[in-house]
């Protein structure tokens, strides 16, 4: 199966800052296939970026997604305190379908 | 509006079975693939299995490890998925999420989960 890697497993931004995540494959998957969710304690995981660069609906234009083959990475332009969460990749290029173990991003 | 609702979770010995429920409505639920995903405490995701929609004839798939001791069905009568749980173990232990399945496998919309324990 494809192993997703997600770093750094835990980071902190301040308001303002860029953040950037980033989400490394076992093997090649096809940037179409390959996804980004929001989840917050407590709730549901939300989908947030679709086939590596697309927003979800109702997702900020300060979040952005990038990457080809066996690089991923996730963007914000400019923290904010709504976006302390934490992200998962998914790849969905190779059954069975896998997460990443997740990024935890903290307000600092 | 797009609405997924799961219920059926709760304490089971190791050895029972379980059957989740997802409630769905909102879509048309025959043309869509719909999936399982859980999460143990504080833990990552995990892609259970899913079923495919009427154009793919209903089939299924499952991770290994929950092949052979779980089954995905789906009532498209009442637009109601399930997972049926048996032999559970002490590691299936997790929050148990429905979600939709759209164009390249994106999950995009989830349910608000249903807790399993098993434990004696």
């Known amino acids: 199966q494809i192993v997703l890697t997600q770093s750094p497993a835990i980071m902190s931004a301040s308001l303002g800052e860029r953040v950037t995540m980033t989400c490394t494959a076992s093997s090649s998957v096809s940037s179409s296939y390959l996804h980004w969710y929001q989840q917050k304690p407590g709730s549901s995981p939300k989908l947030w970026i679709y086939?590596?660069?697309n927003l979800a609906s109702g997702v900020p234009a300060r979040f952005s997604g990038s990457g080809s083959g066996t690089s991923y990475s996730l963007t914000i332009s400019s923290m904010e305190a709504e976006d302390a969460a934490t992200y998962y990749c998914?790849?969905?290029?190779?059954?069975?379908?896998?997460f990443g173990a997740g990024t935890k991003l903290e307000l600092k | 509006e797009v609405k997924l609702v799961e219920s059926g979770g709760g304490l089971v010995q190791p050895g029972g079975s379980l059957r989740l429920s997802c409630a769905t409505s909102?879509?048309?639920?025959?043309?869509?693939?719909m999936s399982w995903v859980r999460q143990p405490p504080g833990k990552a995701l995990e892609w259970l299995g899913f079923?495919?929609?009427?154009?793919?004839?209903?089939?299924?798939e499952y991770s290994a490890s929950v092949k052979g001791r779980f089954t995905i069905s789906r009532d498209n009568s009442q637009s109601i998925l399930y997972l049926q749980m048996n032999t559970l173990r002490a590691e299936d232990s997790a929050t148990y999420y429905c979600?939709?399945?759209?164009?390249?496998?994106?999950?995009?919309?989830w349910g608000q989960g249903t807790s399993v324990t098993v434990s004696s």
């Open positions: 909102g879509f048309t639920f025959t043309d869509y693939y």
């Open positions: 086939s590596t660069s």
């Open positions: 079923i495919r929609n009427k154009a793919n004839g209903y089939t299924t």
């Open positions: 979600a939709r399945d759209r164009d390249w496998g994106a999950m995009d919309y």
């Open positions: 998914h790849q969905y290029h190779r059954s069975p379908p896998t």
